[in-house]
C-alpha cells in the first residue's frame, strides 16, 4: 500500500516563507508538488528525478521554490519563499515512474498522490 503524507502547510502572509514535507513509503526515480487553487485544475509546481540530478520548476515559481529530497529518511521538501496571494492552494505530494521527470509528465502518468495540505497566502 503506497502511501504519500504531506506536512507543513498553513498560513502566511506574503513575502513570508513556507515549507512542505512529504513522508513516502515508496520510492520512485520522479517526485513532485502540485496545486489546486479553488477553481482552478491542478497544476505542476515542481519534480525531481533521482534524488535530485535533475529539477524542474513552473515559471510561477522559480527562483522562489526550491525541491529537494532525503534519500535516507524518503522524504520531499518543499521550501517555498516569498510567498505571492497567488501560492494559496492545496499542495498535493505525488511519485511516479517514468524516464522523463517533470510536472507534465507526473500530471499524465497520475500515478500515486498524497492527501494534501492546505496553504494559504494573504
Known amino acids: 500500500h503506497v502511501q504519500l503524507v504531506e506536512s507543513g502547510g498553513g498560513s502566511a502572509q506574503a513575502g513570508g516563507s513556507l515549507r512542505l514535507s512529504c513522508a513516502a513509503s515508496?520510492?520512485?526515480?520522479?517526485m513532485g508538488w502540485f496545486r489546486e487553487a479553488p477553481g482552478k485544475e491542478r497544476e505542476g509546481v515542481a519534480s525531481?528525478?533521482?534524488?535530485?540530478?535533475?529539477?524542474n520548476y513552473a515559471s510561477s515559481v522559480r527562483g522562489r521554490f526550491i525541491i529537494s529530497q532525503n534519500n535516507a529518511k524518503n522524504t520531499l521538501n518543499l521550501q517555498m519563499n516569498n510567498l505571492k496571494p497567488e501560492d494559496t492552494g492545496m499542495y498535493y505530494c505525488?511519485?511516479?515512474?517514468?524516464?522523463?521527470?517533470?510536472?507534465?509528465?507526473?500530471?499524465?502518468?497520475?500515478?500515486?498522490w498524497g492527501q494534501g495540505t492546505q496553504v494559504t497566502v494573504s
Open positions: 515508496v520510492r520512485s526515480n520522479c
Open positions: 525531481i528525478r533521482d534524488g535530485g540530478a535533475t529539477t
Open positions: 505525488a511519485a511516479w515512474a517514468f524516464s522523463v521527470c517533470t510536472v507534465a509528465t507526473g500530471l499524465s502518468i497520475n500515478q500515486w
